[in-house]
T-cell receptor
Framework: GQNIDQPTEMTATEGAIVQINCTYQ??????LFWYQQHAGEAPTFLSY????GLEEKGRFSSFLSRSKGYSYLLLKELQMKDSASYLC???????????FGTGTQLKVEL | SQTIHQWPATLVQPVGSPLSLECTVE??????LYWYRQAAGRGLQLLFY??????ISSEVPQNLSASRPQDRQFILSSKKLLLSDSGFYLC???????????FGPGTRLTVL
């Protein structure tokens, strides 16, 4: 089984940088995903890490350390529209099943 | 490009009534398909997944069932709804050999 931990809530200022952490425990790690979910909407794919290191995609970056069971999502130049829940999900083994964390609710303020 | 549809978007049902939610995918063949439920303030819970027609794996014991009568159609059903079945139901698909999953717009179910 898997255990995935994320902070429940975070608040940040427009234009700033915020880092959302995710820690996991799994017996057969095979990739980590970040999704963004606005209230009342479906999750949308942000990033995928399977090897250690940083993956950058525009204002969003995701980092993975497999030895530490740790990932973070970095959001730069925050905008009001970035207010959403950010879900960390882990793939275990060779199948396609993902286990999701409960999400981090990010609030961007002026 | 691929698209995924779910209907209805919202549904209000009495306790004990049946349920049928439908999901269809366009623009791809032989996808893996998934049903998730998201209860208020909680994470996504995988309910069922399917790797092909008629092949269903259940993740959580419950009064729900799933069927895949066609390659790109996935149906979630219940014979008698419970109050605890209320939630946001999401269908997702993935390509063979690629682990990422892509979600449909969801159905918000309220059981009264």
């Amino acid at each position: 089984g898997q255990n995935i931990d994320q902070p429940t809530e975070m608040t940040a200022t427009e234009g700033a940088i915020v880092q959302i952490n995710c820690t996991y425990q799994t017996s057969g790690f095979n990739g980590l995903f970040w999704y963004q979910q606005h209230a009342g909407e479906a999750p949308t794919f942000l990033s995928y890490n399977v090897l250690d290191g940083l993956e950058e995609k525009g204002r969003f970056s995701s980092f993975l350390s497999r030895s530490k069971g740790y990932s973070y999502l970095l959001l730069k130049e925050l905008q009001m529209k970035d207010s959403a829940s950010y879900l960390c999900a882990v793939r275990e083994g060779g199948g396609n099943k993902l286990t999701f964390g409960t999400g981090t609710q990010l609030k961007v303020e002026l | 490009s691929q698209t995924i549809h779910q209907w209805p978007a919202t549904l209000v049902q009495p306790v004990g009534s049946p349920l049928s939610l439908e999901c269809t995918v366009e623009g791809t063949s032989n996808p893996n398909l998934y049903w998730y439920r998201q209860a208020a303030g909680r994470g996504l819970q995988l309910l069922f997944y399917s790797v092909g027609i008629g092949q269903i794996s259940s993740e959580v014991p419950q009064n729900l069932s799933a069927s895949r009568p066609q390659d790109r159609q996935f149906i979630l059903s219940s014979k008698k709804l419970l109050l605890s079945d209320s939630g946001f139901y999401l269908c997702a698909w993935s390509l063979r050999g690629y682990p990422g999953q892509f979600f449909g717009p969801g159905t918000r179910l309220t059981v009264l």
